[in-house]
């Protein structure tokens, strides 16, 4: 019993370190295609430097530690033992990646192109990349909670240090629009509550497209 447990603990914290770095590099590739692809299309940056740094210390930083304490899952026993070479990240957890990437970056240069395309100004398209980049960070986090199982099937609260970080992050990212002395700092303007939806709905195409990934693994 005393052997399993500590085999238990090794493998939840091996996991744990998978699930932060897979969330870091997921979320900064994002960050990365985001501004290729709007260097390669001839479109002004859609965010700043400013932005991404908030992006990377307020939702990336305290996520990545709150994954890195995420608790044993009830099914972690089930999982097929790891092979003692086997490295932190496995060829699908790349793949997931660059899915991920690839939603954030269409995501989020869906609003800006579509706000730039109808006259807006570039301080309004660029606050819509940011909240939106933002938002996809944050529902991100439950994607990550484990590799392979659906996040409907682990408890939602289980990790209470995951709901602090949402609720922090998610407060400070609300108040970057629309308190007047954090616009300044950030170079952004308030958005509307339809806009607000718009992004929060686009945000958790995230989800269903990465639980259908999910799904469709199971089979090979």
């Known amino acids: 019993y005393k052997i399993y447990c500590i085999g238990a603990c090794k493998n939840t914290i091996f996991l744990n370190i998978r699930r932060s770095i897979f969330y870091l590099l997921s979320t900064n590739v994002g960050e990365i295609l985001i501004l290729l692809s709007s260097l390669i299309v001839g479109l002004p940056l859609p965010l700043t430097a400013v932005q991404i740094l908030w992006i990377n210390l307020i939702t990336d930083s305290t996520g990545a530690l709150a994954l890195a304490v995420e608790p044993k899952h009830i099914n972690v026993k089930s999982h097929q033992p790891r092979s003692p070479g086997e490295g932190i990240l496995v060829r699908s957890n790349y793949q997931r990646i660059i899915l991920v990437a690839v939603i954030m970056t269409l995501g989020t240069m869906w609003f800006y192109y579509s706000s730039i395309s109808t006259g807006e100004s570039i301080i309004k398209a660029r606050s819509l990349a940011f909240i939106t980049m933002a938002v996809f960070q944050i529902i991100n986090l439950y994607n ?77």
């Open 144 to 220: 990550c909670r484990s590799m392979k199982t659906s996040i409907f099937k682990i408890k939602v609260f289980s990790n209470k240090w995951l709901i602090y970080s949402i609720i922090i992050s998610s407060l400070l990212t609300i108040m970057t629009t629309q308190v007047d002395f954090m616009r300044q700092i950030f170079d952004t303007v308030s958005l509307s509550l339809m806009e607000w939806f718009k992004i929060i709905l686009v945000g958790l195409s995230l989800i269903v497209l990465v639980e259908i990934d999910k799904a469709i693994r199971k089979y090979y």
